[in-house]
């Protein structure tokens, strides 16, 4: 009973402590607000704090493109190993029976079957392993993506430290080079981008090269 | 028709793991003699210190991008004939029109399949006069 008068006294004054708090920091949000859009980095800061959904969604593709070339590769090994075993077992019946170990010496005739078996699925597992080197390519797609995703993030520092240095707003906009944007992560909804080969090619040829 | 066999590659990009991989694929089609350069600023010094038959550049490069190689090459009279394949991940259509107009023999997006790489690099190969 006595613990409970005294939290019912204490409530008023903590209460009355929270508002102050929320109110004095409204204040300085309004504060902040308007002393941004003094300086004239609004924009600017608007524009970096953008640039994070877009951030999202570029890991998001580093992400899935770095488990797709792990699957990819991990199947071809796969591949590749049965037929390996293929031809190993393929190569020790064909010495067992040359040497007389197992059954009867193969005719000429079943060791030209045998030895165009051997070579087919030697070529099957040679295709794998290029497969396994094209699923490589993910390095190069996928440190793209990561390098502009560090653009982003340094645009955003370079934005905050304009703001604790308190750069004038009239700034000369420096002639902005060509954008490299490296690989289209999300293809949905654009039309200024070619998805695949096919339409590279069209667009190519609809040009007149 | 000249052969594969005899013509010598240069495999521009800065990602070594995909000129490993442009390598080997060629290597597979019969083209053995393949160099590399990094950025487009090594690949000029090579191909001016050199003699190169063919191409095959990224865009996206530090130093010097694969536009301004494909310039540097086509405004250069010892270097101009030199066919330009680019393989890029650089799928924007007005990328893809620039580089035609700035003289590339050929665009190839990136993922790209053997295939594909193959297609290219014959049909450029087959518009080339013999040698001599």
């Given at each position: 009973?006595?613990?409970?008068?005294?939290?019912?006294?204490?409530?008023?004054?903590?209460?009355?402590?929270?508002?102050?708090?929320?109110?004095?920091?409204?204040?300085?949000?309004?504060?902040?607000?308007?002393?941004?859009?003094?300086?004239?980095?609004?924009?600017?800061?608007?524009?970096?704090?953008?640039?994070?959904?877009?951030?999202?969604?570029?890991?998001?593709?580093?992400?899935?493109?770095?488990?797709?070339?792990?699957?990819?590769?991990?199947?071809?090994?796969?591949?590749?190993?049965?037929?390996?075993?293929?031809?190993?077992?393929?190569?020790?019946?064909?010495?067992?029976?040359?040497?007389?170990?197992?059954?009867?010496?193969?005719?000429?005739?079943?060791?030209?079957?045998?030895?165009?078996?051997?070579?087919?699925?030697?070529?099957?597992?040679?295709?794998?392993?290029?497969?396994?080197?094209?699923?490589?390519?993910?390095?190069?797609?996928?440190?793209?993506?990561?390098?502009?995703?560090?653009?982003?993030?340094?645009?955003?520092?370079?934005?905050?430290?304009?703001?604790?240095?308190?750069?004038?707003?009239?700034?000369?906009?420096?002639?902005?080079?060509?954008?490299?944007?490296?690989?289209?992560?999300?293809?949905?909804?654009?039309?200024?981008?070619?998805?695949?080969?096919?339409?590279?090619?069209?667009?190519?040829?609809?040009?007149?090269? | 028709?000249?052969?594969?066999?005899?013509?010598?590659?240069?495999?521009v990009?800065d990602?070594?793991?995909?000129?490993?991989?442009?390598?080997?694929?060629?290597?597979?089609?019969?083209?053995?003699?393949?160099?590399?350069a990094e950025d487009g600023v090594a690949a000029l010094q090579t191909l001016?210190?050199?003699?190169?038959?063919?191409?095959?550049?990224?865009?996206?490069m530090p130093n010097m991008n694969?536009?301004d190689l494909?310039?540097s090459?086509?405004?250069?009279?010892?270097?101009?004939?030199?066919?330009?394949?680019?393989?890029?991940?650089?799928?924007?259509?007005?990328?893809?029109?620039?580089?035609?107009?700035?003289?590339?023999?050929?665009?190839?997006?990136?993922?790209?399949?053997?295939?594909?790489?193959?297609?290219?690099?014959?049909?450029?190969?087959?518009?080339?006069?013999?040698?001599?």
């Amino acid at each position: 009973m006595e613990h409970e008068d005294v939290r019912a006294s204490q409530d008023p004054v903590a209460e009355a402590d929270a508002a102050a708090v929320f109110q004095r920091l409204g204040a300085m949000t309004r504060q902040l607000h308007d002393a941004l859009s003094e300086l004239g980095v609004m924009p600017q800061l608007q524009q970096a704090a953008e640039g994070l959904p877009d951030a999202r969604s570029r890991l998001n593709y580093v992400a899935e493109k770095t488990a797709a070339a792990a699957g990819k590769v991990l199947d071809a090994v796969d591949e590749a190993k049965a037929l390996n075993a293929a031809v190993s077992a393929l190569a020790r019946d064909l010495a067992q029976r040359l040497d007389g170990t197992t059954s009867a010496p193969p005719s000429p005739q079943e060791l030209v079957w045998v030895l165009r078996d051997i070579e087919q699925r030697a070529e099957q597992a040679d295709a794998r392993l290029t497969d396994i080197m094209l699923a490589q390519d993910f390095h190069d797609l996928t440190g793209q993506v990561v390098a502009r995703v560090v653009t982003l993030a340094n645009e955003l520092e370079v934005s905050l430290v304009k703001l604790l240095v308190e750069v004038a707003p009239e700034q000369a906009a420096a002639a902005a080079p060509r954008r490299l944007d490296g690989p289209v992560v999300d293809p949905k909804g654009r039309s200024d981008v070619a998805v695949d080969q096919a339409q590279v090619d069209d667009l190519l040829a609809s040009l007149g090269f | 028709m000249t052969t594969l066999g005899e013509l010598r590659f240069l495999v521009v990009d800065d990602f070594a793991t995909m000129r490993r991989i442009v390598r080997g694929l060629l290597k597979d089609m019969g083209c053995v003699r393949v160099e590399e350069a990094e950025d487009g600023v090594a690949a000029l010094q090579t191909l001016r210190s050199q003699s190169f038959d063919f191409v095959v550049s990224d865009i996206n490069m530090p130093n010097m991008n694969g536009f301004d190689l494909l310039k540097s090459i086509r405004a250069d009279p010892g270097l101009k004939h030199l066919p330009v394949l680019m393989v890029t991940a650089e799928a924007r259509k007005e990328d893809i029109v620039l580089a035609a107009q700035n003289g590339a023999s050929g665009y190839i997006v990136k993922p790209f399949t053997k295939a594909t790489l193959e297609e290219k690099v014959l049909k450029i190969v087959q518009k080339m006069p013999p040698r001599a």
